[in-house]
């Protein structure tokens, strides 16, 4: 079991552009949350898919969009790009069942904005 | 949102016993207890949760209390791999669709 894939791993952007940061879930999950780390910071979420439907969103800008795939794989967009957007975006799955299921995290996207 | 409070860092020394607290005193009653820990350059991992009685795992031990205002993580023998940001959650319910609402967490440093 490969667990919660994302790619790439780092990434370098200048503002203004826009940026597609891909997640691919564990085996049996269909739902993806996408969450952002600040440094020195604990993730904030930004919103979940399930059904290829946004379910839920956090406090972030519409700059910030997302897909789901059939396959449940997801894609993170940001465009506009701002400096503070530099920050480790972190994808997570889990199953959906009664609501106390764990969540498994990748290992992140480090994105850079110049 | 639910909040937790936790020491932003503690040392322990390797073999030795750790315990972590955290405050939660506007728990309801439905919030789970969640901990996850993340290690340098890496996701978060899931530890342990809890709603009411203790829990044991392979990892670690959660101990909460009576009135549930307050938890703590116990690993029992630290090695220099537990060495990371762990985060006390309350895992908020809403439809059956969750979010983490992770705070700062406390940094475990690991002596050998």
């Known amino acids: 079991d490969a667990g919660v894939t994302q790619s790439p791993t780092h990434l370098i952007k200048t503002r203004g552009q826009q940026v597609t940061l891909r997640c691919s879930p564990k085996?049996?999950?269909?739902?993806v949350s996408w969450y952002q780390q600040a440094l020195g910071q604990g993730p904030q979420f930004i919103f979940q898919?399930?059904?290829?439907?946004?379910?839920q969103r956090g406090n972030f800008p519409d700059r910030f969009s997302g897909h789901q795939f059939p396959n449940y794989s997801s894609e993170l967009n940001v465009n506009a790009l701002l400096l503070g957007d530099s920050a480790l975006y972190l994808c997570?799955?889990?199953?959906?069942?009664?609501?106390?299921?764990?969540?498994?995290f990748g290992s992140g996207t480090q994105l850079s904005v110049l | 949102d639910a909040k937790t409070t936790q020491p932003n860092s503690m040392e322990s020394n390797e073999e030795e016993p750790v315990h972590l607290p955290c405050n939660h005193s506007?728990?309801?009653?439905?919030?789970?207890i969640h901990w996850y820990r993340q290690l340098p350059s890496q996701g978060p991992e899931y530890v342990i949760h809890?709603?009411?009685s203790n829990v044991n795992n392979r990892m670690a031990s959660l101990a909460i209390a009576e009135d549930r205002k307050s938890s703590t993580l116990i690993l029992h023998r630290a090695t220099l791999r537990d060495a990371a940001v762990y985060y006390c959650i309350l895992r908020v319910l809403n439809t059956g669709f969750q979010k983490l609402v992770f705070g700062t967490g406390t940094r475990l440093l690991v002596s050998p």
């Open positions: 997570a799955s889990s199953p959906t069942g009664t609501g106390d299921e764990k969540l498994f």
């Open positions: 506007t728990i309801s009653g439905t919030d789970y």
């Open positions: 085996s049996g999950h269909d739902t």
């Open positions: 898919y399930y059904e290829e439907e946004e379910r």
């Open positions: 809890g709603l009411t």
